[in-house]
């Protein structure tokens, strides 16, 4: 089945101007989590905050709203939350926690929470799971060497990437430049070759920009708690909802690329297995 379990689909995005104002696509992660914590859902958030070294996010423990939209906006690199969660548990005895992550991530923190060797009394805080849909991720170097080689503009300066209508994005306060996400092939991390989850299956929430207009996110509801928190964000007026027939480019682009990502992530499982090394499938 296309996109895994869900109950339901919408686009959606955040009501909230200050959350529109920093968020990636429709906001939608940064008022999920604020709301659950206003309703004490949850009781603090792990999430990608932002260091003094430009892209270099690093899993952060957000106690407040203002620190879960501090850590609002995409980075195309590895923020390892789930290293959090222990210190978020034991350290700030959080008993109901929020998190986000790449299909990946999600993936890790489910087995966390069926095999809890390790993590007992951690993985089953979690309360609020999102997951953001996800094609590759890049090691920090990498994005550093196409930005300022192939781009020619200086990573530091970069306020905001993207990923759309086939490039890879880069604003700075002058100027906005695209790269055609072919050039960027090579420098994605190995292991997204194999990849086969686009749309984060087994999160509660997940969400991702392909599907709806611009400043919008499509929204899987999936599991009946993330279905709870996502009906009652909506129903208290803290995200507003249209339905996926009504926006374009629609599910049909979602579906398409979801299809691509699968066919070549089985395919270089194939090339691997025929060459002897191990693959997870
Ligand atoms: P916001 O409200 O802006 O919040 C984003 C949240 O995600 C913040 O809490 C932040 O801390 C967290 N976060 C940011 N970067 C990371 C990270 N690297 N790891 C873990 N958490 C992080 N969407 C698509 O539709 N198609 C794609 O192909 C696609 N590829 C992506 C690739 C990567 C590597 C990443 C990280 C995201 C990708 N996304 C993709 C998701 C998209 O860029 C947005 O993150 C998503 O739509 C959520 O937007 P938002 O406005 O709701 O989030
Ligand atoms: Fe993780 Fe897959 Fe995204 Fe790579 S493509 S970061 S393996 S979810």
């Not at 992660?29 to 070294?53: K, P, R």
């Not at 790269?179 to 420098?187: D, Q, R, S, V, W």
Request: aromatic share 8%; hydrophobic share 40%; with cysteine.
């Amino acid at each position: 089945m296309a996109f895994g379990t869900y109950k339901e689909v919408v686009s959606a995005r955040a009501t909230d101007k200050a959350i529109q104002k920093v968020a990636q696509d429709g906001g939608i992660v940064t008022a999920l989590l604020t709301y659950a914590l206003e309703e004490n859902i949850i009781e603090g958030a792990v999430v990608a905050g932002n260091t003094e070294d430009p892209w270099k996010p690093e899993p952060t423990i957000a106690m407040t709203a203002d620190e879960i939209i501090a850590a609002a906006g995409t980075k195309y690199t590895f923020s390892p939350n789930a290293l959090a969660f222990k210190q978020a548990v034991r350290q700030y005895g959080i008993e109901k926690l929020g998190t986000v992550g790449t299909p990946c991530q999600v993936q890790g923190i489910r087995k966390m929470q069926s095999y809890p060797f390790a993590t007992r009394f951690v993985a089953d805080k979690i309360k609020l799971l999102i997951g953001i849909f996800c094609m590759e991720n890049f090691p920090r170097a990498s994005l550093q060497t196409f930005i300022e080689g192939k781009l020619n503009s200086q990573f530091e300066l970069t306020e905001k990437m993207d990923i759309g209508k086939g490039k890879f994005w880069i604003e700075t306060n002058e100027e906005t430049k695209g790269l055609a996400l072919k050039e960027t092939h090579g420098y994605e991390q190995a292991g997204c070759n194999i990849c086969q989850d686009y749309v984060a299956e087994l999160a509660d929430v997940s969400t991702g920009s392909v599907g709806s207009p611009d400043g919008w996110s499509t929204v899987f509801s999936r599991t009946d708690a993330g279905a709870d928190i996502f009906a009652a964000a909506v129903e208290a007026g803290v995200i507003e909802t249209k339905p996926m027939d009504d926006v374009k480019p629609g599910l049909g682009l979602l579906e398409k690329l979801e299809a691509g990502k699968i066919s070549k992530g089985k395919d270089e499982c194939a090339r691997r297995a025929g060459m002897g090394l191990p693959t997870p499938w």
